[in-house]
């Protein structure tokens, strides 16, 4: 039989242990599958210590993830360490520094050629709202309007302690998540537009004029 559990809270500490109780009844008439949460948290940890970020940095922000990966700060303790030149082998794009309106299909072609499951981590306030450049006519007011983004780091630029708490922030993302069941298939993208999403678009707008 299983017992409720709750990481790092010890059984007798927690305050409704009746709630729980009869939880753990409901899953166990209904026979829950013990292996696959067992792996599910073992694949979470393994992916959330093995992150390969995207070689990818535009402006001053750079500088810092340079200064993050030298030996003073030591990014390899998190599992970071492996920064990867194609946008095919890697798990996470830092967007470190400004984003023209040029540059933003760049960004964007790059996103797209990544797998599945994959993350954006916004670093400065360039990425995350134009920053200084936000009232100029090239600069991208947020990245968030072209890629989703699942952590900001504030800043300009944000200081490397800065860039690794972020970090740690998606490391907790990743580790609940349910893999078996939702990060591991393809899910729709919020940004993407379908041929008849665009020609129902085309016809509203033929209508109103």
């Known amino acids: 039989m299983k017992r409720a559990k709750i990481k790092s809270i010890p059984y007798e500490e927690f305050k409704d242990n ?3 109780e009869e939880l753990v009844e409901q899953l166990n008439a209904g026979g829950a599958n013990v292996i696959v949460r067992k792996l599910d948290d073992l694949i979470d940890w393994g992916r959330s210590n ?5 070689t990818f940095a535009t402006s001053c ?10 030996a003073r700060y030591d990014i390899a303790r998190f599992g970071f360490e492996v920064t990867r030149n194609s946008p095919r082998q890697a798990d996470v794009i830092l967007v470190c520094g400004t984003i023209t309106t040029k540059m933003a299909p ?4 790059l996103y797209d050629q990544m797998a599945d499951p994959k993350y954006v981590v916004a670093i400065g306030g360039c990425s995350i709202s134009g920053g200084p450049f936000t009232k ?4 991208l007011n947020g990245v968030d309007k072209i890629i989703p983004v699942d952590v900001y780091v504030p800043g300009c630029p944000p200081r490397p302690e800065s860039f690794l708490y972020g970090m740690m922030q998606l490391q907790r993302i990743v580790k609940v998540e349910n893999f078996f069941g939702t990060t591991n298939r393809k899910q ?3 940004f993407k537009v379908t041929a008849e999403e665009k020609e129902e678009t085309i016809y509203n ?3 109103e004029a």
């Open 18 to 20: 009746e709630t729980y």
């Open 188 to 190: 729709k993208d919020p």
């Open 106 to 109: 760049v960004l964007r072609r």
């Open 136 to 139: 100029s006519y090239h600069v």
């Open 61 to 70: 922000c750079g500088i810092e993830f340079m200064a993050v990966c030298a």
């Open 50 to 54: 093995s992150l390969w970020p995207l």
């Open 205 to 207: 707008q033929e209508e």
